[in-house]
Each structure stands twice: as structure tokens, then as C-alpha cells.
């Protein structure tokens, strides 16, 4: 893991779940799979809190253990698992958009606690849609479930490893760590539930919500006796699969811009058909029949011709554009001219560069060596000489794609990382003013609550003053520009990423 | 040969044309400190996308970061004691829910070991109460200790291994659900406790002061 990516890890940890569970996780990404006491001794934790940390990270598939011999139980970090973290608001709203609200609530449900029952969900997500509507309507369970099956068989949620149900006890102990597994076919068997009931709306001291037998409250209470009927099966969010609806999303709008609307309509009716059959990292999806494209390869004549998307190349061609829109926006337009140039004819010579993309030869050299130094392009040499001698050797430009793509992810991360300490920087200077605005909003919600007059009100509200008014505006929009700047970013991460891994499999 | 020029002057191993310069000496100065931490860019970059989906997105972003300080999974670390006590304070008081993990799911060693308070274990729970990082009433608690050790025997030794217990707690983060009443007496008590100087340990449980005084008072009072 570079450091780059555990300084980033670091930050999303710190952010979402607090300093003691940073230390620990950054811990394990950077020294690998450790047991229990190590780590407490190694970060000086105490094992309480260190139990307590793993718990969490665990619960939120973060960290993973392993039983080894002699019964020693070893923790391991996912660290890409953690820079996940950066994309929860993508996903979330890509299942709005696919599945509307419900979805959307399930989803995020999924995503901030890790992993649930499906009657925990159910539940929560009832409960939170029936805040939304108007007085009087609640939200049925029904509904709630009919879009987690729907969820579940598009494979946007799957189930998580279960412990084994061992029918005859083990003579000796009980072994120090469950060790589950997961069976291929059931990882979207939704469990037959009947779940009957109504979303309920949080009232402070309320005894009867909206409209609902008081025989059926007990049941759904926090602390209730009954036997959940899934217990032990939990759910978590499938981000492979979100992961393959961004790449098919990615791939449709670049033939819609290279091309015209129908044939990325074409393209995207394939990968839809092909959406379940195929691994999200197979290079090629299933061949069906369909009409000819770019993208497209011919892969058998049955049928009236059996067509397949080449997904390598897309992938491929996408980070490439990513490189060159990169450059030109760093560099200038000329640069980006030179470097599709050495991307076309794959080597060239300094002088040919000149020639052929028409620019003055101080220019061109400037532009190169430029490039050159920041590792968008490499020297090759050829020798003529078996001495090598510098006067008689034939420097070439290249561009590899692949290690380009490494170097800007690198970048990306180094950016995000930026982008969240200057917006965490931010947050501390004006933390005075903050705090102010917020206690302020709390007395007069409090008036409010107990009834106040405007006048009142008014005085209170002038307490913050107008240039601090306007401070707080300029904040609130640098916080909002840093915060839609790292969503941006890690949009760049995933094509690069995506392209990385798929060049890793061919090879 | 050829290629020396004379002892001492510089020669190029390459054809210094190629890179180009002139074969004459004028050379970029050579740069002795680091590049300018913010230097200035020719080309600014790109305004950044707008559109719905991505205000949407953004609102999103910044309430999952909201939420998630308020879940159960965000341990908090202990907070040093603030100069003044703020009245709106406790309004802002956020009351978390306590989160159970499923222990068939996780190793054996997780569980937390001295689970009960209550019970006469005094060696175990002073040895995580030493552990812990203590607060600045620890002083307190060791003379407590000592005293206890010394005095009524296990009603208040109980109670002394109590208070670390209810210490541990409330270091480890908020836990409001407070599901046993003895845990809301133990928070009162540490609660008064910090709020005046006096040792608690100054009149012993057990001991009625009234009752005391008046057994022994002799004389009255003036």
C-alpha cells in the first residue's frame, strides 16, 4: 500500500468512525494480518478498546480474521475496502435512480451499518419513510420487502458468509473463531418472511402512532422477546455489482459521444442481457446477436452472428482519454497534440515529433521533456552501438498506458487526501463560528418548541452578526466546492482503477 | 583525441545539439532550493461538474457524515474536561444507541471479559481500571481504595470497583441507554462526584452521620 493511499485510508477512518478506530485500522493496513495482543501492544491501545475498534471494522467488512494454528486468531485490513468509503453517496444515489426512494433508503441502510438482517431493514427503512409522508400514512412493510427482493435479484445485495449451523457439537472446544462460508447459490436466496406490518413514526411521548393496534406495537419494540424469524442471515451492499453498473454506464455515454444515440442504445441493451451472466472482471461478456460497433468484436457466425462487447479495450480507451484530457488541461492544448501523437505511432523520435505534429522543434522539446518529467511518457533506448555511447543511441518516446494510469491514480489519491485535510482544515478555523451558529440554532429551536415571540426570536437570531453571516456563507460554499471536487475525483479513480485491474487479470 | 578538450573543461558525453543548446556556455542556472509550494499554474483548471445528480449527491455526502458521527460505530475519545459548562450543551447532547455486535460471528476473544460489575471481583476490575487512561479523580479513587481496603469490607469495595467500572464506560463512549437503575446512580454519583472538591470517600457509606454525631455530641452546639 503506498503512502498515498494509507494517508487517505487514515482520513475516511477518522471521519466515519473516530480516532481510536483509525488507529487501529491504519495499523493493520500498514503491518499486515496481526493478532489481538500485538496490536494493542504495538498501537498502546488498551485490548478493550482495541475489542471494540476490531468490532466495528469487522462488523463493517472492513477487516477480516483468520484462525491460524495453534487457535492464534489474525486481523487483516482490506485497505481498498476502505477507500470504497469514498464513493457510499454514488451508490446511493445510482439505486435511486434505478430503484426510487426505498432503494435508495435500503441502500444507505446497508452501507452505514455494515451488514443487517432483512427485518432490520425492513423496519428501519419503514420507519424512516414513514417520517416523510404526511400525517396519518404510514409506510407498509410490504412494499419495503417487494424492492429488497427486487434488490436482491438484480444482485445489488447479497449475503454475507454465515456461520456454519453444525448439527452434532465438537467433542473438544468450541474453536476460537467461527469460520464462514458462504454457499455460491444462496448468496441471493432472499429468506421466506412474512413480515406484516406498518413503518412507525418517532414521537417524543406519544403513545399511539398513527392509526396502529396497540397489540401489534409490542412486537417491533428494540427490546422484543420474539425470535427473529432470519436471524444469523445478514445482508451487505454488493459493490461489485454497482461497481459493474458504473463501468456499463461509463462505456454507453462514451459510445453516445462518439457515436450516435442508437448504437449506444445498442450497447447498453447488451450489457443489460449480459448483466448477471457475466463476472463483474471477465474481459468479455457473453456473446449475443446483435448489430456491428467499435467496442464490438465478432466472436462466431451462429445465430446470424454472435457479437461481443470487448470490454478490455473499452476500459482501455477510456483511461487513455482520461490521460489525454488530463494533460491538455494541465499542459496546454499543443501538449495534448504531441501526446496523441506518441500514442498513435506507439514510438518516435524527438525529430520526428517536430515534423509530424507541425510545432517548432524548442517547443516540442520543452513539451516533451516536460511530460517526461512528470512520467506521462518514458525513454526507450536503442542502442546502435554495443558501448551504448549517448551520441549513438536512438532515444524513443513512449507512452505506457498502464503505468501512466498508475501514476495518475497515485495522484488522485495524493489529491483526495488534500482536498479532505484543507476541508477538515476549513471546518477547525471557523470551529468558533460553527459553534456559535449551532448553539444559536438550538435556543431558538428550543424557544420555538415552548413558544416565543418573533421578537424574541429576532434578538436572537441577531446575535450572529452580518459580516459573520457572511463568513459563514464563504464556508459553507469552500465546503461544498472541496466536497464535489473528491466526489469528482474518485469518479476518475474508478475508471482508472477499473482499467488496472483489468489489464492485471489478462496478464 | 579528439574528444578531450583540454584537462579540466567539461565534455559532453552526447551530442549537446541534440537537447538544444548552442555549443556556446550559457547555461540555465543551475535552482538551489525546492519548487514553490503553491506555484502558479498556466492553465486553470476545469469548473466542476453541475448538474442534479450531483447536488444530490454532494447534500448526500455531507449528511452520511452527519449520520455517521452519530451512529453507535463512531467511538469517540475521551474528551478533556471543557472550561465552562455551555447551557445549550445540553441540548446538543446526542443520545446514541448501544450496538450489540453478534458474537457467533466473531472470534471468542472479542467479547468483553468483565462483563460483571456487580460481582465481587475487585482484582479484575482495579486491574482494567489501572489500565485505562484515568481521569484527574484518580487520586481520588486510590485513596478510596485504600480506605475501603482498610474499612467496611465488601458492600464498599463493590462500590469502589463500581465507580472504575462506570468510568471505563463512560470513557468509552456515550451510553445513555441506561438499562439497570444502579448505572444511573453510578453516573449521579460520579457525576457529583467531579462537581465539588470534596473526597466522597470522606464520609463512608454505611456510616450515618446524623446518627453518629448525635451519639457522641456531649455538648451542644453553639
Known amino acids: 500500500m503506498t503512502q498515498a493511499e494509507i494517508k487517505l485510508c487514515s482520513l475516511l477512518l477518522q471521519e466515519h468512525f473516530g480516532e481510536i478506530v483509525e488507529k487501529i485500522g491504519v495499523h493493520l493496513i500498514r503491518t499486515g494480518s496481526q493478532p489481538l495482543r500485538v496490536i494493542a501492544h504495538d498501537t498502546g491501545t488498551s485490548l478493550d478498546q482495541v475489542k471494540k475498534a476490531l468490532c466495528v471494522l469487522v462488523q463493517h467488512n472492513l477487516v477480516s480474521y483468520q484462525v491460524h494454528k495453534r487457535g492464534v486468531v489474525e486481523y487483516e485490513a482490506q485497505c481498498s475496502r476502505v477507500l470504497r468509503m469514498l464513493r457510499y453517496p454514488r451508490y446511493i444515489y445510482t439505486t435511486k435512480t434505478l430503484y426510487s426512494d426505498t432503494g435508495e433508503l435500503i441502500v444507505e441502510e446497508l452501507l452505514l451499518n455494515g451488514k443487517l438482517t432483512m427485518s432490520a431493514v425492513v423496519k428501519k427503512v419503514a420507519d424512516r419513510l414513514t417520517e416523510t409522508m404526511e400525517d396519518g400514512k404510514t409506510m407498509d412493510y410490504a412494499e419495503v420487502s417487494n424492492t429488497f427482493v427486487r434488490l436482491a435479484d438484480t444482485h445489488f445485495v447479497q449475503r454475507c458468509p454465515s456461520v456454519p449451523t453444525t448439527e452434532n457439537s465438537d467433542p473438544g472446544p468450541p474453536p476460537p473463531a467461527p469460520t464462514l462460508v458462504i454457499n455460491e447459490k444462496d448468496m441471493y436466496l432472499v429468506p421466506k418472511l412474512s413480515l406484516i406490518g406498518k413503518g412507525k413514526r418517532r414521537r417524543s411521548s406519544d403513545e399511539d402512532a398513527a392509526g396502529e393496534p396497540k397489540a401489534k406495537r409490542p412486537k417491533y419494540t428494540t427490546d422484543n422477546k420474539e425470535p427473529i424469524p432470519d436471524d444469523g442471515i445478514y445482508w451487505q451492499a454488493n459493490l461489485d455489482r454497482f461497481h459493474q453498473h458504473f463501468r456499463d454506464q461509463a462505456i454507453v455515454s462514451a459510445v453516445a459521444n462518439r457515436m450516435d444515440q442508437t448504437s449506444s442504445e445498442i450497447v447498453r441493451t447488451m450489457l443489460r442481457m449480459s448483466e448477471i451472466t457475466t463476472s463483474s472482471s471477465a474481459p468479455f461478456t457473453q456473446p449475443l446477436s446483435s448489430n456491428e460497433l467499435e467496442f464490438v468484436g465478432k466472436s462466431g457466425d451462429s445465430g446470424g452472428g454472435m457479437y461481443v462487447i470487448n470490454l478490455h479495450k473499452a476500459l482501455a480507451s477510456l483511461a487513455t482519454a ?176 477499473s482499467y488496472i485491474e483489468c489489464t492485471m487479470k489478462r496478464q | 583525441m579528439a574528444g578531450n578538450k583540454g584537462r579540466g573543461r567539461a565534455a559532453y558525453t552526447f551530442n549537446i545539439e541534440a537537447v538544444g543548446f548552442s555549443k556556446g556556455e550559457k547555461l540555465p542556472d543551475v535552482v538551489l532550493k525546492p519548487p514553490p509550494l503553491f506555484p502558479d499554474t498556466d492553465y486553470k483548471p476545469v469548473p466542476l461538474k453541475t448538474g442534479e445528480g450531483e447536488e444530490y449527491m454532494l447534500a448526500l455526502k455531507q449528511e452520511l457524515r452527519e449520520t455517521m458521527k452519530r451512529m453507535p460505530y463512531f467511538i469517540e475519545t475521551p474528551e478533556e474536561r471543557q472550561d465552562i459548562e455551555r447551557y445549550s450543551k445540553r441540548y446538543m447532547k446526542v443520545y446514541k444507541e448501544e450496538w450489540i455486535p453478534d458474537w457467533r460471528r466473531l472470534p471468542r476473544e472479542m467479547m468483553p471479559r468483565n462483563k460483571c460489575k456487580k460481582g465481587p471481583k475487585p482484582k479484575k476490575a482495579k486491574d482494567a481500571g489501572k489500565g485505562t487512561p484515568l481521569t484527574n479523580t484518580e487520586d481520588v479513587l486510590k485513596k478510596m481504595e485504600e480506605l475501603e481496603k482498610r474499612g467496611d469490607g465488601e458492600k464498599s469495595d463493590e462500590e469502589n470497583e463500581e465507580k472504575e467500572g462506570s468510568k471505563e464506560k463512560s470513557k468509552e463512549g456515550d451510553d445513555d441507554d441506561d438499562d439497570d437503575a444502579a448505572e444511573q446512580e453510578e453516573y449521579d454519583e460520579e457525576e457529583q462526584e467531579e462537581e465539588n472538591d470534596y473526597i466522597n470517600s470522606y464520609f463512608e457509606d454505611g456510616d450515618d452521620f446524623g446518627a453518629d454525631s448525635d451519639d457522641n455530641m456531649d455538648e451542644a452546639t453553639y
Open chain 1, 322 to 497: 482520461t490521460l489525454e484530457s488530463v494533460v491538455q488541461e494541465r499542459f496546454g492544448s499543443r501538449c495534448a497534440r504531441i501526446f496523441r501523437l506518441v500514442l498513435q505511432k506507439k514510438h518516435i523520435e524527438q525529430k520526428q515529433v517536430e515534423d509530424f505534429a507541425m510545432i517548432p522543434a524548442k517547443e516540442a522539446k520543452d513539451m516533451l521533456y516536460k511530460m517526461l518529467s512528470e512520467n506521462f511518457m518514458s525513454l526507450q533506448e536503442i542502442p546502435k552501438t554495443p558501448d551504448h555511447a549517448p551520441s549513438r543511441t536512438f532515444y524513443l518516446y513512449t507512452v505506457n498506458i498502464l503505468s501512466a494510469a498508475r501514476m495518475l491514480l497515485h495522484r488522485c489519491y495524493k489529491s483526495i487526501a488534500n482536498l479532505i485535510e484543507r476541508r477538515q482544515f476549513e471546518t477547525k478555523e471557523n470551529k468558533r463560528l460553527l459553534e456559535k451558529s449551532q448553539r444559536v440554532e438550538a435556543i431558538i429551536a428550543s424557544m420555538q418548541a415552548t413558544g416565543a415571540e418573533e421578537a424574541q426570536l429576532q434578538e436572537i437570531e441577531e446575535m450572529i452578526t452580518a459580516p459573520e453571516r457572511q463568513q459563514l456563507e464563504t464556508l459553507k460554499r469552500n465546503v461544498n466546492k472541496l466536497d464535489a471536487s473528491e466526489i469528482q475525483v474518485d469518479e476518475t479513480i474508478f475508471l482508472l482503477e
